[in-house]
């Protein structure tokens, strides 16, 4: 999603930035072995919202 631009700008926007880096931080502490299950995903088009169609991962439990 976005946070629009300009005097429309999201007032949430730097708590939502750091929420997505905390999670994506301990994921990445949680699950050092996650790794991508498609090396090559695919990306939806567009310039307003552009971005990854789906991004499958796998976690193996030890």
Same mark, same amino acid.
Do not use: K, Y
């Given at each position: 999603m976005s946070f629009g631009m300009?005097?429309?700008?999201c007032l949430g926007a730097p708590l939502a930035r750091l929420e997505g880096e905390i999670a994506f931080a301990t994921l990445a502490t949680e699950a050092p072995d996650m790794e991508l299950t498609d090396p090559n995903p695919t990306w939806r088009p567009g310039a307003v919202l552009p971005g990854? /169609? /789906?991004?499958?991962? /796998?976690?193996?439990?030890a």
């Amino acid at each position: 999603m976005s946070f629009g631009m300009g005097i429309h700008f999201c007032l949430g926007a730097p708590l939502a930035r750091l929420e997505g880096e905390i999670a994506f931080a301990t994921l990445a502490t949680e699950a050092p072995d996650m790794e991508l299950t498609d090396p090559n995903p695919t990306w939806r088009p567009g310039a307003v919202l552009p971005g990854l /169609r /789906r991004l499958d991962v /796998r976690l193996d439990s030890a």
